[in-house]
C-alpha cells in the first residue's frame, strides 16, 4: 500500500467465511472456532502484503529488534482472536470472559461532576470490551466513529446486536456533532479512538516509535470546544477471552478559546502520543493498525508539496492522498 488513506480502503475479508466462523463460534463453541483461526490468520498472512509490511514497521520499532515471520504471524493472530472475541462479546456471551478493571474510581469521579466526558482510546486492544461492559454501565457509552469504509465484515458483525451499532455515533453524518453535544449534556460517555484521522485536515505531527507520526486533533478541538474532561482508555487482550481494561486521567478542560486552544490540543495529542507509546511497547501484538502509520505522503497539504514537519506537535492541514494501493 503506497499512501492511500486507511479510510479510502474497504475492509478486507471473506463475507462467507466470517459467516461461517459465526455460526461455528455461535453453535459449536469457542475451542473449535479458536482451532480454526490458524489456518483462517496464516490465508490472511499470506495474501495481505500491505498488512504484513504495516505489521512488520510497527514491530521493528516497538519490539526494539527487526521483526520476523514468526513475529508478525502472532501479530495478525492477535488480531484474529481480537475479532473473535468480538462475535461472543456482542452476542453477549460473557460469562466465560475474565475483564479486569483498573482506575474505574477516577472515571466514577469524573462523571459524578456531571456534564459527560469523552473517553479517548486507541486501536490498541479491543474497544468492544468497553461497548460490552457499557451494557452495565450508570450512564450510556456512545462511541464516535468512522463508518463509510465499512465493509461486509462489519456489517455482518452489527447484525449479532443490532442495538450496539445503533450506539454508534457517525463521524460526518448530519446532525453527528449536535447529537455529541445532547449526550454529553445529559452526562453520558462519548467514546473516540485517537490514532487515526479519517479526512481529518488538521492533524498534529509528533514523534511516535521514534519518528513523526501524524495524529488527529479532531478528538481534542471537540472536548475542547464542548468543555468536557477526557479519560484515558485501554482493553489490552492478556490471553484467551482475558482483557485488562485501563482508564487514566488525561484533562479536566482543554483551553476552549484559539489561539490557547490549539496550543492545548498541540500538548495533549503529544500527551496522548507518548501514553500509546508506553502501552505499545508494553504489549506490541496488541496494537491493530494495519496501515503504514509513519507514511509522510499522507502529510501532504492541500495547497501543494510540503516537506513533513521536523519538529515535534507542529499542527498542520492533511488532505487524503491518493494512489495505486492494495
Known amino acids: 500500500m503506497s499512501g492511500e488513506s486507511w479510510a479510502d480502503q474497504n475492509e478486507r475479508g471473506s463475507s462467507l467465511l466470517l459467516r461461517v466462523m459465526i455460526w461455528l463460534t455461535l453453535n459449536l463453541g469457542w475451542k473449535l472456532a479458536q482451532i480454526l483461526l490458524v489456518p483462517i490468520t496464516a490465508w490472511f498472512f499470506a495474501t495481505s502484503p500491505a498488512a504484513r509490511a504495516a505489521s512488520r514497521e510497527f514491530l521493528d520499532r516497538s519490539l526494539g529488534r527487526p521483526a520476523t515471520a514468526p513475529d508478525v504471524f502472532r501479530h495478525l493472530h492477535t488480531f484474529s482472536r481480537a475479532?473473535?472475541?468480538?462475535?461472543l462479546l456482542l452476542s453477549n456471551r460473557v460469562e466465560d470472559f475474565r475483564i479486569e478493571l483498573i482506575g474505574l474510581d477516577h472515571l466514577k469521579m469524573t462523571l459524578a461532576r456531571g456534564g459527560g466526558c469523552v473517553l479517548l482510546g486507541s486501536h490498541l486492544g479491543s474497544f468492544e470490551v468497553l461497548r460490552a461492559l457499557g451494557r452495565y454501565a450508570p450512564v450510556r457509552v456512545r462511541p464516535l466513529m468512522f463508518r463509510r469504509n465499512a465493509g461486509d465484515p462489519t456489517r455482518i458483525l452489527e447484525r449479532i446486536d443490532p442495538s450496539m451499532r445503533d450506539s454508534v455515533i457517525d463521524i460526518g453524518a448530519?446532525?453527528?456533532?449536535?447529537?455529541?453535544?445532547?449526550?454529553?449534556?445529559?452526562?453520558?460517555i462519548v467514546g473516540i479512538l485517537g490514532?487515526?484521522?479519517?479526512?481529518?485536515?488538521n492533524v498534529v505531527e509528533t514523534r511516535f516509535l521514534g519518528s513523526q507520526a501524524a495524529f488527529p486533533a479532531g478528538p481534542l478541538i471537540l472536548a475542547a470546544t464542548l468543555g468536557v474532561p477526557i479519560v484515558l482508555f485501554y482493553g489490552i487482550r492478556t490471553?484467551?477471552?482475558r482483557y485488562t481494561v485501563h482508564f487514566e486521567p488525561f484533562a479536566q478542560r482543554l483551553a476552549p478559546r484559539r489561539p490557547e486552544r490549539m496550543e492545548s490540543v498541540r500538548a495533549g495529542v503529544e500527551l496522548y502520543a507518548s501514553r500509546l507509546e508506553a502501552m505499545c511497547l508494553a504489549h506490541p501484538f496488541?496494537?491493530?493498525?494495519?496501515?503504514?502509520?509513519w507514511e509522510t505522503k499522507l502529510h501532504a497539504d492541500p495547497q501543494g508539496p510540503r516537506r513533513p514537519a521536523g519538529a515535534s506537535g507542529r499542527i498542520s492541514p492533511r488532505r487524503r492522498a491518493s494512489s495505486d494501493a492494495e
Not at 174 to 188: N, T, Y
Request: with cysteine.
Open 195 to 201: 490514532d487515526r484521522a479519517p479526512g481529518e485536515r
Open 83 to 87: 475479532i473473535l472475541d468480538r462475535v
Open 239 to 241: 490471553g484467551p477471552r
Open 174 to 188: 448530519a446532525g453527528s456533532m449536535l447529537e455529541v453535544r445532547e449526550c454529553l449534556a445529559r452526562g453520558e
Open 286 to 293: 496488541n496494537w491493530f493498525n494495519f496501515y503504514p502509520f
